[in-house]
């Protein structure tokens, strides 16, 4: 089994950072991808941005400019470093981890408790 840790979200005025972490761990040596997701209230839970041997990248629309993804595989963690915050950012956000070709998250859909994000205006 994996387990996926979040943490670092909180409460910042918009225009400001934070930056979250998730640390894997378990059954992981096949780990070669990591991102994260967020789900704001009443809405679907959407992707946010990835990262796929710690170096190829990918961001949805609306955030790209304003957070990078990034990992520390030393640590078996990825980041998200997330500036320019709006009060749309606002929502609980998630990590999942690739292991092979499997997204393992998306796979189980069990995606725990996350990190709460809010920006006010």
């Known amino acids: 089994q994996v387990q996926l840790v979040e943490s670092g979200g909180g409460l910042v005025q918009a225009g400001g950072s934070l930056r979250l972490s998730c640390v894997a761990s378990?059954?992981?040596?096949?780990?070669?991808?990591m991102g994260w997701h967020r789900q704001a209230p009443g809405k679907q839970r959407e992707f946010v941005a990835g990262i796929i041997g710690g170096r190829v990248t990918s961001y949805a629309d609306s955030v790209k400019g304003r957070f990078t993804i990034s990992t520390d595989n030393t640590k078996n963690t990825v980041y998200l470093q997330m500036n320019s915050l709006k009060p749309d950012d606002t929502a609980v956000y998630y990590c999942d981890a690739r292991l092979g070709s499997v997204w393992v998250r998306r796979h189980t859909d069990n995606w725990g408790q996350g990190t709460q994000v809010t920006v006010s205006s």
């Open positions: 378990g059954s992981i040596f096949s780990l070669n991808g």
